[in-house]
């Protein structure tokens, strides 16, 4: 899956050719493109932004060079789906990544704003609006990260063990992941549960399956209401 991202800080992207994803670059599954939105700014100084009509503080990105940034890369990638990041947009969670993973084959568009934030016309540049929670960053650029990763590791192959994509946080029952455990089988007094050791794969599965659903009652009550039967205490 290709991913672009039109920003004014392009090096900041460079985070993403370490560990997993920098592995799922390399094996050519996703690449990830940063386009630097001062090639398209106005004038000698490439200004892209300006004081807000009306008076206030700050300055609002203008609304030209961001059309012309993804006029350009739309050009030769026609079936990007844009996205604008705002802490105004619809919420990005793990359903939201599995539907963009599912339906941006042609790949993802991601527009990264600064200072106050964009003209309100940019907005109807684009296909969708996405925050990836309720903060305000300084800029787009890490909210753009979070997005490529969540979307890109549910990209067929980035995962060495695509299981793991269901067992885990979110997966396929929507609840927490079960706690891990992994040597020494004891630490400053804290044994590994007997159970793990057993050998019993059926024992384990049911034992985890459990752990859960206990958990996800305890920390996220909102994700068990709502399934058949009454969240474990
Ligand atoms: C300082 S913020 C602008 C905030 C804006 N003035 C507001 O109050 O809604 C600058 C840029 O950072 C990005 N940004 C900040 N918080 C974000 C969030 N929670 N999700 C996605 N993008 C965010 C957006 O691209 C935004 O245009």
New binding site residues.
């Given amino acids: 899956m290709d991913f672009h991202v039109i920003t004014l800080f392009p090096e900041m992207f460079a985070a993403l050719d370490a560990a997993l994803m920098g592995r799922a670059q390399k094996g050519g599954l996703v690449a990830v493109h940063a386009h630097n939105l001062r090639e398209h700014g106005l004038g000698n100084y490439r200004q892209v932004d300006d004081t807000p009509y009306g008076g206030g503080s ?1 300055m609002v ?1 203008r609304p030209e060079p961001i059309a012309a940034a993804i006029d350009a890369v739309a050009a030769t990638r026609p079936g990007l789906t844009k996205i ?6 619809e919420r ?1 969670d793990q359903p939201l990544a599995r539907e963009l993973a599912a339906t941006c084959a042609g790949g993802i568009m991601l ?8 003209d309100e016309r940019v907005r109807e540049l684009v296909d969708r609006e ?11 650029e890490l ?1 753009a990260m979070v997005v490529i990763e969540a979307v890109a590791r549910l990209v067929p192959g980035v995962l060495g063990n695509a299981e793991s994509l269901d067992e885990e946080s979110f997966g396929a029952g929507n609840l927490l992941e079960y706690p891990h455990y992994t040597r020494p089988e004891e630490f400053r007094g804290m044994r590994v549960p007997e159970i793990l050791l057993s050998g019993d794969h059926g024992k384990i599965r049911a034992w985890r399956a459990a752990e859960a659903l206990r958990r996800t009652a305890r920390r996220r009550p909102e994700l068990v209401a709502g399934r058949r039967g009454k969240p474990e205490p």
Wanted: proline share 3%.
């Fill in positions: 700050g990105m604008l990041l705002t802490p105004q947009g990005f527009i990264a704003g600064r200072y106050e934030g964009f996405v925050s990836i929670g309720d903060y305000v960053l300084s800029g787009g909210a």
